[in-house]
């Protein structure tokens, strides 16, 4: 998937809304709060000698959200979720490497094991009980490794656009490919000329072809959606973290830790209440993988949202918040 905010990679999960102007969702009961951002401050933990920048406000049970990429930082999960300050505790943090957390000094330290083992840290550190994950496109990587190797700590899981395995995440890379090949081929016939030479997804030659796709059409159902971002510049995006997790080649040939990482065997195992949302629209987390967390994880809750893409809170967002907070119980 391409990261707008750069022009970079295209085969990520999210990236669409980390660069788009703020504006209100289209929806009178759950408006976007656009001063949002500043009701938080940054405070940063030193962990495994790194300091991870972590933003909390509120009280009550303890949510902590897990943005996509790999590579984006936490700000556009804040930017849709952080009003939920008023009923709970919410934790947003940038994982090693994004944001604005230190970066690793070697890039073999950016893998899913590690981002899932951050948590658990985070969640010592911290000092928090059971805590509760909602995780976005690959943040819900991490999440259900944290539900399967740290369940005893975890109450809930809230997935978006998510993905169970290696074997998902090419089928992503293979979905956005074959949209791109047959809606927009004359930019393809570039990307198949700078690959015949021997160019792959992370050179910047590449990228720069690669990087001309429109990438709205395979994200979202309504491309007007906009997203809640900073007005001020941030870092929305690490393209080391997402080369060294998804391959240097990932938009074609998933490897890294990502191709290494499958749950499909171990999701019936879960304790922890789930729900799992989906958009009939997303062309990266597409409904025929999905639907297939209903024979993993049978336990869980599942739900389609039907006029949706990747980001089912900003085109369907009456319909998703009010699913968000039955789950947590928020009234």
Same mark, same amino acid.
């Given at each position: 998937?391409k990261?707008l905010?750069n022009?970079l990679?295209?085969?990520?999960?999210?990236?669409?809304?980390?660069?788009q102007?703020?504006?209100d969702y289209?929806?009178?009961?759950?408006p976007? +709060?656009q001063d949002i951002?500043?009701?938080?401050k940054?405070?940063f933990?030193?962990?495994d000698?790194?300091?991870i920048?972590?933003e909390?406000?509120?009280?009550g049970?303890p949510?902590?959200?897990?943005p996509?990429?790999?590579?984006?930082?936490?700000d556009? /999960?804040q930017?849709?979720?952080?009003?939920y300050?008023?009923t709970?505790?919410?934790?947003?943090f940038d994982?090693?490497? #994004?944001?604005k957390?230190d970066d690793?000094?070697?890039?073999s330290?950016?893998a899913? =094991?590690?981002d899932? +083992?951050?948590?658990e840290?985070?969640?010592?550190k911290l000092k928090?009980?059971?805590?509760?994950v909602?995780?976005?496109?690959?943040?819900?990587?991490?999440?259900?490794?944290?539900?399967?190797?740290?369940g005893e700590?975890l +109450?809930?899981m809230?997935?978006?656009?998510g993905?169970?395995?290696?074997? /998902?995440?090419?089928?992503?890379?293979?979905?956005?490919?074959?949209?791109?090949k047959t809606?927009?081929p004359?930019?393809w016939?570039?990307?198949?000329?700078?690959r015949?030479l021997?160019?792959?997804?992370s +050179?910047?030659?590449?990228?720069?072809?690669y990087g001309s796709?429109p990438?709205?059409?395979?994200?979202?159902?309504?491309?007007?959606t906009?997203?809640n971002v900073?007005?001020e510049?941030?870092r929305?995006w690490?393209?080391d973290?997402?080369?060294?997790?998804i391959g #240097?080649d990932?938009?074609?040939?998933?490897s890294g830790?990502? /191709?290494?990482?499958?749950f #499909?065997?171990k999701?019936k195992?879960?304790k922890?209440?789930?729900?799992?949302?989906?958009? #009939?629209?997303?062309?990266v987390?597409?409904?025929e993988?999905n639907?297939q967390? =209903?024979t993993f994880?049978p336990?869980?809750k599942?739900?389609?949202?039907?006029e949706?893409?990747?980001?089912p809170?900003?085109?369907?967002?009456?319909?998703?918040?009010?699913?968000f907070?039955?789950?947590?119980?928020?009234?």
């Amino acid at each position: 998937m391409k990261n707008l905010f750069n022009t970079l990679l295209i085969c990520l999960a999210v990236m669409v809304t980390a660069q788009q102007k703020s504006q209100d969702y289209p929806s009178s009961k759950y408006p976007v +709060d656009q001063d949002i951002f500043s009701k938080y401050k940054s405070q940063f933990i030193e962990i495994d000698g790194y300091k991870i920048n972590v933003e909390i406000l509120g009280e009550g049970d303890p949510i902590v959200f897990l943005p996509g990429g790999p590579g984006n930082s936490h700000d556009y /999960m804040q930017g849709a979720f952080g009003q939920y300050y008023k009923t709970n505790k919410l934790v947003f943090f940038d994982f090693l490497g #994004r944001g604005k957390s230190d970066d690793a000094k070697d890039v073999s330290e950016y893998a899913v =094991k590690s981002d899932t +083992d951050l948590i658990e840290k985070l969640r010592k550190k911290l000092k928090l009980g059971k805590i509760s994950v909602v995780g976005h496109s690959y943040g819900t990587v991490p999440a259900q490794d944290y539900a399967i190797r740290y369940g005893e700590h975890l +109450d809930k899981m809230f997935l978006i656009a998510g993905f169970h395995s290696g074997h /998902m995440w090419q089928a992503n890379c293979d979905s956005y490919n074959h949209y791109s090949k047959t809606h927009f081929p004359e930019i393809w016939a570039k990307v198949d000329s700078i690959r015949s030479l021997g160019y792959v997804s992370s +050179d910047p030659a590449h990228q720069k072809i690669y990087g001309s796709l429109p990438t709205k059409y395979i994200y979202y159902h309504n491309t007007k959606t906009r997203g809640n971002v900073p007005k001020e510049k941030f870092r929305g995006w690490a393209n080391d973290v997402y080369v060294q997790i998804i391959g #240097r080649d990932g938009d074609f040939e998933v490897s890294g830790s990502m /191709m290494d990482t499958d749950f #499909r065997r171990k999701l019936k195992d879960i304790k922890a209440k789930t729900m799992i949302t989906a958009g #009939r629209y997303d062309g990266v987390s597409t409904p025929e993988f999905n639907e297939q967390y =209903k024979t993993f994880m049978p336990q869980a809750k599942f739900i389609m949202f039907e006029e949706s893409g990747h980001n089912p809170y900003l085109e369907e967002p009456e319909k998703f918040y009010a699913v968000f907070e039955e789950f947590f119980g928020i009234k």
